[in-house]
């Protein structure tokens, strides 16, 4: 924490310097430029770290300016009633904006697009709505002639009140950044895929980041009444939307302060040149095209890669380690079925009637030509596709069609054909969260202690002499080579220690001494927890080194079960795999 | 039976004009993945076509060739610059494409100002319909985009060209093992869909308030279209065009233009919700 203070600390000194050193009219400038540089920190959470970029955020800006300015009008700038009010304010647009979030992103993960131009239409409509009621708004004249908060002049004080939002805000999304939320939301952008089969409902993450950046923006907004002491439709207008999201941009979306460095700095060159170049404002969309094409970072990004060159090194503090609280996924119980499952993908009909019984604890290897619907199969059984018809039972419990993030929580890790990891994050940051997934309830995000749960089974594999990922904590999980990858995956899939375990071609890309490793591995975790393991496989020499029992899958169907050597003698399969007489 | 007659043209013009409008949109999206968040900006040019062939002293009439030529160019460039670099990264082209409209409205806003223009229409009068009189020009717009749909409706399903974007839409990367070229064919299909949009606001100028930031409304208006009727089909951008422009017109003739607006985002939201795909699924 001693970092953050002191780059706040360090904040709040220069920006109460700014009156004594350019006067007050300079500081009412920069403090305009601060209150929409908060704005835009609000568009940088949203996309930095939410993955979305919301174009027109300036609505919860004039929206909370309206309703800040006439809530001074009725109380006459009375301090206690108004700040509440402010709080309100944001909290009410902040739910909103969760409500919206959760609705858009319901059911699939690509709407971010749609997502950014549904907020684009938001601020039209509410603009045209601020413009044509003048009785509640003053319509294009504006809403003014109400009292600034507390009697605080615009010219004088109020700054000292916007110097402290500004510090608070930062100081805030600093922190989370350190906490398991940020951790959340930065795994969010890296690979959300794995994040829904850790358990989280990634919609509801989203629209979180999206409450967080509505309510940060909506406080720019009720200061920024006092601020101008009037309030105009361009307030709550796509011009400033846009703005917002070219200083997050410029400045730098993935670090927290980024957005109000570009929105100060590009402000005062805005003031100064606009009327001196009157090509200026094309100058500002081509450096942002730039940026978006070249430098998607943004400043922040490039000073960070400057500071990494002259040997800077961010040391972050690792909280002490802990054993985690139980798995909610190591307490489901009862066997995995399938019953008469059809699955259809467009035109093609994958699963046609498929019948699987698996028993409650043991291996069961998967295998089949290509096509055969082996990977499809899990696809079902996590929700990632729907059936057309039959049923997907848990013991006695129904799962069929059930979301993707409730699969952790019924009891069910999977472990993906492709390797997934958090790229660009360390490899302990994969490792926090793989140790919070199925144990962290609400609270545990907002709780640093949290980043240090160890989970069992994968200290276990962490502490395995022959895995080779001890020593690489601070690497970028992205860079690992494949058979790492694989490992890590593993790791990441039994940390909520799942009763059952699905494992796509656990082994592809491995080298033979890696692949008796996962062999290894794999009945451990298996005689440790007692735990059902479905393996998918190619290689008939790692089917016999498991010694388990076979299912053979065919167009969809199951064809036959057995012990290796019964299915091997089995005419039908032998006719799949060596071709002949059916 | 008059006032049903005339609610009945002005919803069939709403979605003629809508389906003008929206046509380009949906080529970009469709055949290339790409939301181009500059579509609007490209039906802008295109209304200011009529301007610059003011400016240079030319006839009206050249104002097609003069769209034609002006919006292309700047279509091509803008491939070639921006988009192509872009293909299969659909967050990272919007991004880019949002920066490019804000860059073509603040161009377009230094070179001609920010004052409204009027464009004249090019044909004046009104047709009588039975006991309706109604303007000429606006029943001229609904017959050509009746057949320019079905023309290129037929075109897709039966040309050679259809068949090779067909394939690059189904399957890029066996599209190119076969002997298609991609990269022109992409090309080809985002110059056309930029060149549909300039037309699109050639053709409406004359009905739009003509300003740099006219571009947003169309874009919008054009995507809850694609939202509502499935995005990346022709069938469905006809029937989006049908229900969102019918629903406009009926909710602004009945209230006002902002809870037409306001309605149809409340049933794109719904529809993203509840049926992500649309309405037309191609089975």
């Known amino acids: ?582 | 039976m008059e006032a049903a007659l005339l609610i009945g043209l002005n919803a069939a013009w709403q979605i003629a004009a809508l389906a003008l409008l929206a046509l380009g949109l949906a080529i970009v999206f469709g055949l290339l993945r790409i939301l181009n968040m500059a579509h609007g900006e490209f039906v802008m040019l295109g209304a200011y076509a009529h301007v610059l062939t003011a400016q240079a002293g030319l006839p009206p009439w050249m104002a097609l060739p003069v769209c034609i030529g002006f919006v292309g160019l700047a279509a091509l460039a803008v491939e070639r610059l921006v988009v192509r670099h872009l293909y299969d990264r659909m967050f990272d082209s919007l991004l880019a494409t949002w920066a490019l409209s804000i860059l073509m409205r603040e161009a377009v806003e230094l070179v001609w100002g920010r004052a409204y223009r009027n464009v004249p229409l090019p044909v004046e009068g009104v047709t009588q319909l039975g006991p309706v009189g109604y303007p000429s020009y606006r029943l001229m717009v609904i017959a050509l985009i009746v057949i320019v749909f079905f023309a290129l409706w037929r075109w897709y399903r039966r040309s050679l060209t259809g068949v090779r974007l067909r394939a690059m839409v189904s399957n890029p990367a066996l599209a190119r093992a076969s002997g298609i070229n991609t990269a022109r064919l992409s090309a080809m299909a985002f110059v056309t869909g930029c060149v549909s949009a300039g037309l699109a606001g050639l053709i409406l100028a004359p009905v739009l308030a003509v300003e740099p930031n006219m571009g947003l409304d169309a874009l919008i208006r054009s995507f809850f279209a694609l939202v509502v009727g499935g995005l990346g089909t022709l069938e469905g951008l006809g029937i989006g065009v049908a229900v969102v422009g019918g629903l406009q017109a009926g909710l602004s003739a009945a209230f006002s233009q902002t809870a037409g607006y306001l309605g149809v985002l409340i049933l794109a939201i719904l529809f993203l919700w509840r049926r992500p795909d649309g309405l037309y699924r191609r089975r």
């Open chain 1, 1 to 582: 924490m001693g970092s953050i203070v002191a780059v706040n600390a360090a904040l709040a000194l220069a920006l109460l310097a700014v009156p004594a050193l350019w006067g007050d009219f300079m500081a009412w400038q920069i403090g305009l430029y601060l209150l929409y540089g908060v704005a835009a920190q609000g568009v940088g959470l949203a996309w930095g770290r939410g993955g979305f970029l919301p174009l027109g955020n300036a609505v919860f800006f004039g929206v909370a300016a309206y309703a800040a300015a006439m809530v001074l009008n009725a109380t006459g700038g009375a301090l206690l009633p108004n700040l509440l009010a402010m709080l309100a304010i944001a909290g009410v647009l902040a739910a909103l904006a969760w409500g919206l979030a959760a609705l858009v992103f319901h059911g699939r993960s690509d709407s971010g697009p749609f997502f950014s131009l549904i907020t684009l239409a938001l601020v039209l409509i509410v603009a045209q709505l601020a413009e044509t009621n003048p009785s509640i708004t003053g319509g294009f004249n504006g809403y003014a002639g109400f009292a600034p908060l507390a009697g605080l002049d615009p010219y004088g004080n109020l700054y000292y009140a916007i110097v402290a939002l500004v510090v608070a805000v930062s100081l805030s999304l600093m922190a989370l950044d350190r906490l398991p939320a940020g951790l959340v939301l930065r795994a969010l952008v890296a690979q959300e895929g794995r994040l829904q089969l850790l358990g989280f409902a990634t919609n509801r993450v989203k629209a979180w980041a999206f409450a967080g950046a509505a309510f940060i923006t909506a406080l720019a907004g009720t200061l920024y009444a006092s601020h101008q002491g009037i309030v105009t439709p361009q307030a709550t207008g796509f011009v400033l939307s846009a703005e917002l999201v070219i200083w997050a941009a410029v400045g730098g979306r993935l670090h927290p302060l980024g957005a109000l460095f570009g929105a100060v700095a590009i402000g005062l060159l805005s003031a100064e040149l606009r009327d001196i170049l009157p090509w200026w404002e094309v100058v500002v969309a081509m450096i942002f095209l730039l940026v978006v094409l070249l430098a998607p970072g943004g400043a922040a990004e490039l000073v960070a890669r400057g500071a990494r060159a002259l040997g800077w090194q961010r040391r972050i503090p690792q909280p002490a380690p802990c054993p985690a609280p139980s798995s909610r996924a190591a307490g489901a119980t009862g066997a995995l079925r399938l019953e008469d499952v059809q699955l259809h993908a467009g035109a093609v009909h994958i699963l046609r009637g498929l019948d699987v019984s698996c028993p409650e604890s043991g291996i069961l290897c998967v295998i089949g030509p290509n096509g055969a619907g082996k990977t499809t199969m899990l696809k079902a059984i996590t929700g990632a596709m729907r059936l057309q018809s039959g049923r997907i039972l848990l013991g006695e419990r129904d799962i069929t069609n059930a979301p993707i993030h409730a699969a952790l929580d019924a009891g069910i890790g999977r472990k993906m054909q492709i390797p997934t990891v958090f790229g660009g994050l360390s490899l302990t940051e994969n490792l926090q969260l793989a140790s919070l997934a199925g144990r962290a309830r609400a609270g545990d995000f907002l709780h640093p202690a949290t980043l240090g749960w160890q989970s069992p089974a994968l200290a276990r594999l962490m502490a395995h002499p022959a895995v080779p990922l001890a020593g690489l904590s601070a690497r970028d999980a992205g860079s690992l080579p494949q058979g790492h990858r694989q490992l890590l995956e593993l790791g990441l899939t039994i940390a909520a220690e799942p009763q059952i375990l699905l494992l796509d071609e656990p082994t592809a890309g491995m080298s033979p001494e890696e692949t008796a490793l996962m062999v290894e591995l794999i009945r451990d975790y298996q005689a440790q927890t007692g735990a059902f393991v479905l393996v998918i496989e190619h290689d008939m020499a790692l089917v016999a080194a498991l010694d388990a029992r076979v299912l053979v899958l065919h167009q969809g169907r199951n064809l036959a079960v057995g012990r290796l050597d019964e299915v091997r003698a089995n005419p039908a399969v032998a006719a799949v795999y060596a071709g002949g007489e059916k």
